[in-house]
Antibody, heavy 119, light 108 residues
Framework: EVQLVESGGGLVKPGRSLRLSCTAS????????MSWFRQAPGKGLEWVGF??????????EYAASVKGRFTISRDDSKSIAYLQMNSLKTEDTAVYYC??????????WGQGTLVTVSS | EIVLTQSPGTLSLSPGERATLSCRAS???????LAWYQQKPGQAPRLLIY???SRATGIPDRFSGSGSGTDFTLTISRLEPEDFAVYYC?????????FGQGTKVEIK
């Protein structure tokens, strides 16, 4: 069974950094692209970014709203994807979801982790 | 960036009725990269439809997707109590993903 478990969320002050982790199990992690999405309280879904598998170069893409501040990486040996968030803003407050990507869709989602950016 | 507009914003229906949800794109979307998700309160989204019309694993056949170009539709043939939720369309193109704003299907 595919499982994705996010961790690392919490309360952080504006301008600070936070790193989220996504621990995967139940599939060959290195074979898949992984993507992060977020959902602000009471709002819709927003794509944050994704990282391709090593077979496709392990390259990353980001939404304009986070480009230059957020970095996605992966450790295939540990089956973990990371989301490094720097220079956090209050508008980054959201539940962050880690997903497995398959044919350009997110076919498995974690339960999400809440990030609150507030002074 | 392709903008997806979903309508209606809220759909009030009774169990057993048919639900028709619309997703319109600001420019043509490859059908291969149009998906629908369901989200219930407090839960992560769940993939329902990919490639505009293919059901994801374990999705009941009362859910169907159709459309091409800029107009796509999700149809729920007969609403079950567990189908009352928010539905999002999503497209992938130019190495980025966008979502519609969602349609809430509520019990009338």
């Amino acid at each position: 069974e595919v499982q994705l478990v996010e961790s690392g969320g919490g309360l952080v002050k504006p301008g600070r950094s936070l790193r989220l982790s996504c621990t995967a199990s139940g599939f060959t992690f290195g074979d898949y692209a992984m993507s992060w999405f977020r959902q602000a309280p009471g709002k819709g879904l927003e794509w944050v970014g994704f990282i391709r598998s090593k077979a496709y170069g392990g390259t990353t893409e980001y939404a304009a709203s986070v480009k230059g501040r957020f970095t996605i990486s992966r450790d295939d040996s540990k089956s973990i994807a990371y989301l490094q968030m720097n220079s956090l803003k209050t508008e980054d407050t959201a539940v962050y979801y880690c997903t497995r990507v398959w044919v350009a869709v997110a076919n498995h989602w974690g339960q999400g982790t809440l990030v609150t950016v507030s002074s | 960036e392709i903008v997806l507009t979903q309508s209606p914003g809220t759909l009030s229906l009774s169990p057993g009725e048919r639900a028709t949800l619309s997703c319109r794109a600001s420019q043509s979307v490859s059908s291969s990269y149009l998906a629908w998700y369901q989200q219930k309160p407090g839960q992560a989204p769940r993939l329902l439809i990919y490639g505009a019309s293919s059901r994801a694993t374990g999705i009941p056949d009362r859910f169907s997707g159709s459309g091409s170009g800029t107009d796509f539709t999700l149809t729920i043939s007969r609403l079950e109590p567990e189908d009352f939720a928010v539905y999002y369309c999503q497209q992938y193109g130019s190495s980025s993903w966008t979502f519609g704003q969602g349609t809430k299907v509520e019990i009338k």
